[in-house]
């Protein structure tokens, strides 16, 4: 065994390529030599001229079509490579969402004909050519006919990830620039974590967390709380669940569908973040950049809990707190949300949420 130290410079978005991603990938197997010889020719290509740099040529068409409007990156990519856009989710959303400004990445949401999308859009075709889907290449050539940007990469297999990590760290940095923000900071990370601390340590004092009024998912105003929030979408709007519930193929399923069907009937971007995993990505635009979202977090029971040694709290405490400090910043801001606690049946909590919200939806 031995210890490896990561540069304490380098951001979490930003460490992909320093010790923090490689070691885990030589444990996994990955070939690391092969890897960053691929993620090194990507640096030398980015010291280029920017009129053939591949990740400045990026970054400018980034940020030149957010500052027009087109502020929701719908990242499309290859069966065989489609967990980059949740890699991608974190580096875009953290690095430019903040000071009301920001670029919104939507990903995993199924490829529509082109008129079920809005003007706020561009897309970025992540195409592994090795193992193309010929559905996405049907679809990206659809938008690109009726005018949709569409920004198309080859990646020939997948080592050339680690070209490609590298890329979007400076695309992201130079669509940063763009936009007129700092892309090295996260300021309203930090505002969900002093809320989340000011409940522990309310448990810590007395034991419990404050009270609180829920909306529960069997309640029967839910149906025009939901009808109240998906009527407040307008052009140029986005639909953001973030579920604080277990990350399981079951649970994204139903959220899957209900993405779907306020797509389908608001023609808005949509995103899908689990708790509190989401909330050093894309929670730092949701709560720092354009008050364009409109979110619905989804809470429930524990099945189980685990002690915190030396503390009085638990991880589910915790996670408790985590739900309610983001839902409290996302109000201090102004942002358009609902909250609705499933109660401990989490699988039939979601199927009703599922029918409400086709309901309201009608």
């Not at 209900?258 to 797509?263: K, S, W």
Request: charged letters at 25%; glycine letters at 10%.
């Amino acid at each position: 065994r031995r210890i490896f130290f990561g540069d304490p410079q380098i951001g979490g978005r930003y460490s992909a390529l320093s010790n923090f991603g490689m070691i885990p990938a030589a444990i996994m197997g990955i070939d690391t030599t092969r890897f960053l010889a691929a993620a090194a020719d990507m640096v030398r290509r980015c010291r280029a001229p920017k009129q053939v740099n591949p990740g400045v040529q990026l970054g400018e068409w980034l940020g030149n079509h957010a500052v027009e409007g087109r502020d929701k990156l719908t990242i499309i990519a290859s069966p065989g490579i489609h967990d980059l856009g949740a890699w991608l989710e974190q580096l875009v959303a953290e690095s430019t969402g903040k000071i009301g400004k920001g670029i919104i990445p939507v990903d995993r949401e199924a490829p529509r004909p082109p008129d079920g999308y809005g003007n706020d859009r561009v897309f970025v075709y992540e195409r592994l050519f090795s193992a193309p889907d010929l559905a996405q290449d049907a679809a990206m050539d659809a938008l690109e006919a009726a005018g949709h940007p569409v920004y198309r990469i080859s990646v020939a297999d997948e080592y050339q990830l680690g070209a490609e990590f590298f890329r979007w760290e400076i695309a992201t940095a130079v669509a940063g620039s763009v936009l007129g923000i700092h892309p090295f900071d996260q300021p309203d990370v930090e505002a969900a974590k002093i809320e989340t601390r000011k409940l522990t340590s309310e448990y810590e004092a007395h034991g419990s967390l404050p009270a609180e009024s829920l909306l529960k998912v069997d309640d029967p105003a839910l149906g025009d709380k939901l009808a109240e929030l998906l009527k407040s979408i307008g052009a140029g709007d986005y639909f953001a669940i973030l579920g604080y519930i277990e990350m399981t193929a079951a649970h994204e399923a139903v959220l899957q569908g209900i993405r779907e069907r306020v797509l389908s009937a608001k023609c808005c971007a949509t995103c899908l973040g689990f708790g509190p995993r989401f909330l050093h990505s894309t929670g730092q635009a949701y709560k720092g950049g354009p008050n364009s979202g409109v979110f619905l977090q989804i809470t429930a029971d524990d099945a189980r809990d685990v002690a915190i040694p030396g503390q009085k709290y638990s991880f589910g405490v915790v996670k408790a707190a985590q739900a309610r400090g983001d839902l409290a910043v996302l109000a201090e801001r102004g942002r358009r949300h609902l909250r609705v606690h499933l109660g401990s049946d989490v699988m039939a909590g979601l199927e009703k949420l599922a029918s409400a919200t086709a309901q309201a939806l009608k």
